[in-house]
């Protein structure tokens, strides 16, 4: 069935590809033997399909980013390099950042920012960083009473709502924490109106505080919602099988840790504080929500206390 659905994804066939990445997403290892045929026939998109290649495959690409033959195809090569979890591609990717393979300057991205979007970084130290949680749990919607004394959103005046409330004393708390070096209680709020159009940040301290960030900066439009928010609040429900399922699109995607599943390009917001790359926590999907639509993103920048959460929709 596998090799069916390799020779399909070789010819263009994009439902094929789709069925690859999901594959590829539950247990990124079981593609790993046909990698080496899909990079040999150009089969490049999406490089979360290469996630879980060897180092010949790494090799290859390398060589291939290297030899400057196939400019076409630069873009693509960073990308899957940048996903897979390998020295020789890490040491790669930090090599061009100081070198520049021939065609970068066509590209938007440098070596390392590639690596953001794969979801890691380099620290100031120049070690590897990584912005993402190995371990992932599905979220599950629980009815809540509604929060009558709930802050209001400062712009239009809807009550903000808590998306995430998590509790350090739960292991699978704080195994998804762990990369973030975050200890306390962590609430999550934002405007689900306003966030449509903006990156909302919030200050936060380890009793569970959580407070609008006086630098956010209203959008030209704003909508003013005239529902409140859903009386629903996630609880951490079983362990995904891997990092990687979170969904944006299906109803129970909702996802604490593990990757996030990008609606548009992969969008990690800057700390409001030190401008370093925020760390992701989770996932939250309109389908869970009453919205329907959409996904809002929690990242979380333990150091300065502060959070962020974005939104994306198709
Ligand atoms: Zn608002
Ligand atoms: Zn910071």
Redesign the pocket.
């Known amino acids: 069935m596998l090799d069916d659905l390799i020779r399909a994804a070789e010819s263009d066939d994009y439902d094929a590809v789709e069925e690859l990445a999901d594959i590829a997403a539950a247990d990124p290892q079981r593609l790993a033997p046909h990698l080496p045929r899909l990079l040999e026939r150009g089969v490049l998109w999406p490089p979360t399909l290469y996630r879980g290649a060897g180092p010949d495959v790494v090799a290859q690409a390398v060589e291939r980013v290297d030899g400057g033959r196939q400019p076409g195809q630069l873009n693509h090569l960073l990308l899957i390099l940048a996903h897979i979890r390998d020295p020789a591609a890490e040491a790669a990717l930090r090599r061009w950042e100081e070198q520049p393979p021939s065609g970068l300057d066509r590209l938007h991205l440098s070596p390392l920012g590639y690596a953001v979007t794969a979801g890691w970084t380099v620290d100031s130290e120049g070690r590897r960083r990584d912005l993402c949680a190995p371990v992932a749990y599905r979220l599950v919607m629980t009815p809540t009473a509604p929060d009558a004394a709930a802050p209001t959103c400062p712009w239009c005046e809807s009550p903000l709502m808590t998306l995430l409330d998590l509790d350090p004393a739960d292991p699978r708390v704080a195994g998804v924490l762990a990369h973030t070096g975050w200890s306390g209680r962590l609430l999550f709020t934002t405007c689900l109106g306003c966030a449509c159009y903006t990156t909302l940040y919030s200050r936060v301290t380890p009793d569970g505080g959580s407070t609008w960030a006086p630098e956010n900066s209203a959008p030209r439009h704003l909508h003013r919602s005239t529902e409140d928010p859903p009386a629903l609040l996630p609880s951490v429900g079983p362990a995904r099988t891997s990092a990687y399922q979170a969904s944006a699109w299906h109803p129970e995607g909702s996802t604490l840790g593990g990757h996030p599943d990008w609606i548009q390009d992969a969008e990690h917001p800057d ?1 409001l ?2 401008g ?1 790359t925020m760390d992701y926590v989770a996932l939250v999907g309109g389908a869970d929500l009453d919205s329907g639509e959409g996904a809002h993103y929690l990242h979380l ?1 333990a ?2 206390g ?1 959070t962020a959460v974005t939104y994306q929709q198709s």
């Open positions: 700390c504080v030190c370093q920048h150091p300065c502060v």
